[in-house]
């Protein structure tokens, strides 16, 4: 179906519908990721994958803020969020809360595989770090996986919001 950029931009759920959608076990984790445009396209792809919930940590702005409302075009309304100091005690009481949760981290590390060589479980906790830093140390040690992204050009990096939607949309295949 294709739609409208009024279509695309104003449609709210109602309150029926957000009842009734059945939402994934999958839990978004923003360590001190700083760029508000960042953090409100993520809220658009934690609608697109009916995620549980996004945690905001650290530095992490939270709504209402109008460049995230911007950018998650009035998705922070109605998807899951809550805000906590220290991304790692939002981890372990995540898991506490969650049985059985795997936790991702996306980075470039020693102990990182391809993203697209994991047999990823649900549910799962995908965390992305702060746009020059990355995942923090403390995190990373606690995460269940390192996930990477291959790059073969002179970059290293790229955009958090598009390498969570990466992984994720790798991850959400074994949903399907």
Avoid at 24 to 36: E, F
Avoid at 74 to 96: C, H, R, S
Wanted: glycine share 6%.
């Amino acid at each position: 179906m294709k739609l409208n950029a009024r279509q695309l931009r104003y449609h709210r759920p109602t309150t029926d519908q957000l009842s009734s959608l059945r939402r994934n076990l999958v839990y978004i984790v923003l360590d001190n990721v700083l760029d508000t445009y960042n953090i409100g396209s993520i809220f658009r792809l934690a609608d697109a994958v009916a995620a549980e919930k996004i945690i905001l940590c650290g530095q992490t702005a939270t709504p209402p803020d109008i460049k995230i409302h911007r950018a998650a075009i009035g998705t922070e309304e109605w998807v899951p969020w809550q805000y906590m100091a220290d991304t790692k005690t939002a981890i372990l009481n995540l898991k506490f809360q969650v049985p059985g949760l795997v936790v991702y981290a996306i980075e470039k590390s020693q102990k990182s595989i391809a993203y697209n060589k994991v047999d990823y479980k649900f549910p799962a906790a995908f965390v992305v770090g702060n746009e020059t830093n990355g995942v923090s140390g403390e995190v990373l040690k606690i995460a269940d996986k390192i996930v990477e992204i291959p790059m073969w050009g002179f970059n290293k990096s790229l955009n958090v919001m598009i390498s969570l939607a990466i992984v994720l949309w790798e991850g959400m295949e074994e949903i399907k």
